[in-house]
């Protein structure tokens, strides 16, 4: 069993920056790939960003390509989620997913998620 609990989201204007952390319990963080999602309201949950288990593949979502930046540690059972260049659009409940197949929609576990809004 994995709980998983997003922290990092608040109220930033356009242009500027924020980072979402993702902490894991257990033991048995290093094994699952992570990801993270959004909501906006009255919209569906989108994918946002993919980091393998080790760490060494990642894959994003085309609206956040060269402006988000996923990552982890393994010994903080933490995951990141670097956010500049922020636009309005982002503005979104961000949500962390572990799963065990990268790039397989197929997750096993989900944090409550984390409100992000940006200011225009």
């Known amino acids: 069993q994995v709980q998983l609990v997003e922290s990092g989201g608040g109220l930033v204007q356009a242009g500027g920056s924020l980072r979402l952390s993702c902490a894991a319990s257990g033991r048995t963080f290093s094994i699952y790939h992570m990801n993270w999602f959004r909501q906006a309201p009255g919209k569906e949950r989108e994918f946002v960003a993919a980091i393998s288990a080790s760490g060494y593949m990642t894959k994003y979502a085309d609206s956040v390509k060269g402006r988000f930046f996923i990552s982890r540690d393994n010994a903080k059972n933490t995951m990141y989620l670097q956010m500049n260049s922020l636009k309005p659009e982002d503005t979104a409940v961000y949500y962390c997913?572990?799963?065990?197949?990268?790039?397989?929609?197929?997750?096993?576990?989900w944090g409550q998620g984390t409100q992000v809004t940006v200011s225009s």
């Open positions: 997913a572990a799963n065990t197949r990268f790039g397989v929609k197929e997750y096993d576990y």
